[in-house]
T-cell receptor
Framework: AQSVTQLGSHVSVSEGALVLLRCNYSSSVPPYLFWYVQYPNQGLQLLLKYTTGATLVKGINGFEAEFKKSETSFHLTKPSAHMSDAAEYFCAVSEASNTGKLIFGQGTTLQVKP | GAVVSQHPSWVICKSGTSVKIECRSLDFQATTMFWYRQFPKQSLMLMATSNEGSKATYEQGVEKDKFLINHASLTLSTLTVTSAHPEDSSFYIC?????????FGPGTRLTVT
């Protein structure tokens, strides 16, 4: 069975500071890994995904994540936070067979202080 | 990018009534659609997977007779919450998958009074 753990339900950073959102996964098969962002009362928007190949993945809005198999991690980073980055972030995993079935982490609320 | 719509965006119904939520892929054909449920401040929980023209596959613990899913065409899936109760109040989100990416709808807020 697959699972995702996001460390820290709430992260607060100052505008311009580094953003680091942590995600660890468990999977018995090669995983596909995703980061989604959700603004209040809205659906999910894909930030980035890892399937195969390069382990450092760049996404939209300046975000990137690195797949580290040895650490079973897929942490999300952004060098400089912007006020508009304040939102809920979800890490998700699916099987590499890509059935589309996603297992989500608990979510991390990112607060950006001026 | 591809667009997935949901209707209604919010609905209030009385306990004991049924409510139908539509999920449409507007500019692509979705062979598979997924229905998720999200409680306040919590993660998304997959309820069921529906493939066009076949019966939905429900996740463990989800009552298939209560949450009826129909995927009659490649662009439309519906979720009907039957005999709704206050504990069914939640944010319901669908996603649609065509060739490759999976796209999420904006969600439907259901409140059962």
């Amino acid at each position: 069975a697959q699972s995702v753990t996001q460390l820290g339900s709430h992260v607060s950073v100052s505008e311009g500071a580094l953003v680091l959102l942590r995600c660890n996964y468990s999977s018995s098969v090669p995983p596909y890994l995703f980061w989604y962002v959700q603004y209040p009362n809205q659906g999910l928007q894909l930030l980035l995904k890892y399937t195969t190949g390069a382990t450092l993945v760049k996404g939209i809005n300046g975000f990137e994540a690195e797949f580290k198999k040895s650490e079973t991690s897929f942490h999300l980073t952004k060098p400089s936070a912007h006020m508009s980055d304040a939102a809920e972030y979800f890490c998700a995993v699916s099987e590499a067979s890509n059935t589309g079935k996603l297992i989500f982490g608990q979510g991390t609320t990112l607060q950006v202080k001026p | 990018g591809a667009v997935v719509s949901q209707h209604p965006s919010w609905v209030i119904c009385k306990s004991g009534t049924s409510v139908k939520i539509e999920c449409r892929s507007l500019d692509f054909q979705a062979t598979t659609m997924f229905w998720y449920r999200q409680f306040p401040k919590q993660s998304l929980m997959l309820m069921a997977t529906s493939n066009e023209g076949s019966k939905a596959t429900y996740e463990q613990g989800v009552e298939k007779d209560k949450f009826l899913i129909n995927h009659a065409s490649l662009t439309l899936s519906t979720l009907t919450v039957t005999s709704a109760h206050p504990e069914d109040s939640s944010f319901y989100i669908c996603s649609a998958r065509g060739v490759g990416e999976q796209y999420f709808g904006p969600g439907t807020r259901l409140t059962v009074t």
